[in-house]
């Protein structure tokens, strides 16, 4: 009996459906919840709550969950959330069949990444993504609106940050002040600046006293035995003591005019509102030996440039041993006959500590740093044998990541191919002149898929090769550890200091003026001999800290 258009039909329904016979029931799927770091809570759902939600949903529907992640980064820029990259590797590894997240814009708030997702999709790697305040079907259409979903997961990002900018120069452009109050002042409700009360007249009569001659040094003074107070964030006072440096800031500061400096902005307080100055333009000029309006205008340019100098060496690094907070770093310059020199120093602003205001020199990080290396504390054979583990561990993590890179490649390379081939099939089966230009341009894609599939696998054939990391001689690896103090010392830039720092060294703890200790990065954690404990802040505490006073 000869077959049928009908029986051809069902024969190929039947194949399809073997190729299909997999459900979203048999899949694996992994919850990834992210929390952006400058989302409110009342912004955006918190971890624990997209956790517990999507694995109510996955109960629901009889999802099999195989793994969570979680992520507190933001997600409006590409390539810095690591677990958010791991998943992805995952995925094309064949770890994870599926995504469930609480909605899109947990996974995406930028192009990038959004295109990434709805290409592995289109492959087949991401076989399903479900969303528990979102319906997604993975259809033309249904990938057309994840797309929209992402295009406006990116616009509220976009305009978050232009609202906030916008938002910024609009209060500014009102007179209001957007970052902690200045010494004298405190803020209102509307953000405008008010006398505050002994403080206002404390800070006048140190503009008063340096236009009586006084010194920095005796200004100081008067102000600490009149018992200058600061206000805390939660509105109770505390004694503040006051040194010269903060006094010679608060003397060049021209909002103490009227004149409010902010970025590229200059507001004139007493034009906006019922500002009350301290000193007069006049007075201003004499106490900073001002001639001239240019003068003045470069005190001003020259000041807001010193406001917006950022102190980058060790930022975060450097602990306050007395609240185990991380202290601000900044810059403080210095005029001398030799030219202008910058200070690096480091802060306690913690308003509840008893530390607070205090600093310390960068000088006195460094000159521990420099004294810790000298010691040579990884120049021992142990040291040399925990370097060569340490280096085969990192070598075959990066020989497995690698291999299975080029795994995944390669099967699209091979998907690719097929759909070449498949296209090139119907091409010639073509009839029509119509149809066959659409087949063309879909040629053109699919080769140009394969020729990028074929640059990946030399891209992960590379990463293979570079995996093989070699391993320093005994002598060599002594050498470089016995120098790395007068490596360090004979740096200049301090990106470069930075960053060799960093590398050796997680964080510094301060008492006084001292370093009292210190917690090495890994591996170096390791490859020092001389440690004794594990206390701190998560790592090694170091023999004999080295304090250096000023």
Same mark, same amino acid.
């Given at each position: 009996?000869?077959l ?28 990834y919840?992210?929390?952006s ?24 529907h ?37 995504v ?9 708030r930028n ?8 290409d592995?999709?289109d492959?087949?790697?991401i ?6 305040s ?11 609106l994840?797309?929209?979903t ?13 609202n ?10 009102e007179?209001?002040y957007i ?17 505050d ?13 340096r ?10 003074v ?8 600061r206000?805390?964030?939660d509105?109770?006072?505390?004694v ?13 500061d ?10 590229k902005?200059?507001?004139?307080l ?48 450097v ?6 907070e991380?202290?601000? /770093?900044?810059?403080?310059?210095? %005029?001398? #006959? @030799?030219?202008?020199?910058?200070y690096f120093?480091?802060? =306690?602003?913690n308003d *509840?500590?008893?530390?607070y ?11 521990y ?9 990884f120049s021992?054979?142990m040291?040399?044998?925990h ?10 993590l ?7 890179y ?31 230009q659409t ?13 990028? /599939?074929?640059?990946?696998?030399? %891209?992960? #054939? @590379? ?8 391993? =320093?001689?005994?002598? *060599? ?8 103090a ?12 930075d960053?060799?720092v960093?590398?050796?060294f ?29 206390s ?5 505490r ?7 006073r000023f």
């Amino acid at each position: 009996m000869s077959l049928t258009p009908n029986d051809l039909l069902e024969a190929l329904k039947t194949i399809n459906q073997s190729k299909t016979a997999s459900t979203p029931k048999e899949y694996r799927y992994v919850v990834y919840a992210r929390k952006s770091t400058d989302d409110s809570d009342k912004q955006v759902r918190s971890l624990a709550d997209q956790i517990i939600e999507c694995e109510e949903f996955a109960k629901q529907h009889g999802l099999k969950v195989v793994d969570k992640i979680q992520e507190s980064e933001s997600a409006k820029e590409p390539d810095i959330r690591p677990k958010f990259r791991e998943m992805v590797e995952r995925l094309k590894a064949g770890k994870y069949d599926g995504v469930i997240a609480w909605h899109p814009d947990r996974l995406a708030r930028n192009m990038k990444d959004a295109g990434e997702l709805i290409d592995l999709v289109d492959k087949r790697i991401i076989k399903d993504l479900k969303f528990v305040s979102f319906t997604f079907e993975n259809t033309t259409s249904g990938k057309m609106l994840l797309g929209i979903t992402f295009v406006l997961s990116k616009q509220y990002s976009d305009n978050l940050s232009d609202n906030v900018s916008r938002g910024n120069k609009r209060s500014i452009e009102e007179g209001k002040y957007i970052n902690r109050s200045k010494h004298g002042y405190f803020k209102d409700s509307e953000q405008f600046l008010r006398p505050d009360g002994d403080n206002f007249l404390l800070i006048k009569k140190a503009f008063t006293l340096r236009l009586e001659g006084k010194t920095l040094d005796e200004i100081a003074v008067n102000l600490n035995e009149r018992g200058y107070m600061r206000v805390r964030k939660d509105g109770s006072r505390r004694v503040y003591e006051m040194d010269k440096q903060t006094v010679a800031k608060i003397l060049k500061d021209p909002i103490y005019t009227g004149v409010l400096l902010y970025g590229k902005n200059q507001v004139n307080l007493m034009e906006r509102y019922d500002f009350q100055s301290m000193v007069t333009v006049d007075e201003f000029m004499r106490i900073n030996e001002i001639a001239n309006n240019k003068q003045y205008l470069n005190l001003f340019k020259s000041y807001r440039k010193a406001e917006s100098v950022k102190a980058d060496l060790m930022r975060g690094m450097v602990i306050c041993g007395d609240c185990d907070e991380p202290m601000s /770093a900044g810059i403080t310059s210095k %005029k001398s #006959k @030799a030219g202008v020199t910058n200070y690096f120093y480091y802060r =306690c602003e913690n308003d *509840e500590c008893e530390r607070y205001g205090k600093s310390v020199r960068a000088k006195v990080v460094m000159d521990y740093i420099y004294k810790y290396l000298e010691g040579k504390p990884f120049s021992s054979e142990m040291s040399y044998k925990h370097y060569v583990e340490e280096m085969k561990r990192v070598s075959a993590l990066k020989q497995s990541e690698a291999r299975s890179y080029l795994a995944s490649v390669q099967t699209s390379k091979t998907a690719s191919e097929m759909r070449l081939g498949r296209i090139k099939d119907l091409l010639l089966s073509a009839n029509e002149e119509s149809i066959k230009q659409t087949f063309m341009a879909d040629l053109k894609l699919a080769e140009a898929d394969v020729k990028a /599939a074929e640059k990946n696998i030399e %891209k992960a #054939k @590379a990463l293979l090769e570079s995996g093989k990391e070699p391993i =320093c001689a005994y002598s *060599e690896f002594l050498e470089l550890m016995e120098n790395m103090a007068t490596i360090l010392r004979s740096m200049k830039n301090m990106s470069d200091i930075d960053f060799i720092v960093k590398k050796i060294f997680l964080n510094f703890t301060i008492q006084g003026k001292n370093v009292v200790g210190a917690t090495l990065n890994h591996p170096f954690n390791l490859l020092d001999t001389s440690k004794v404990s594990n206390s701190g802040h998560g790592g090694t505490r170091t023999l004999n800290p080295y304090g250096t006073r000023f």
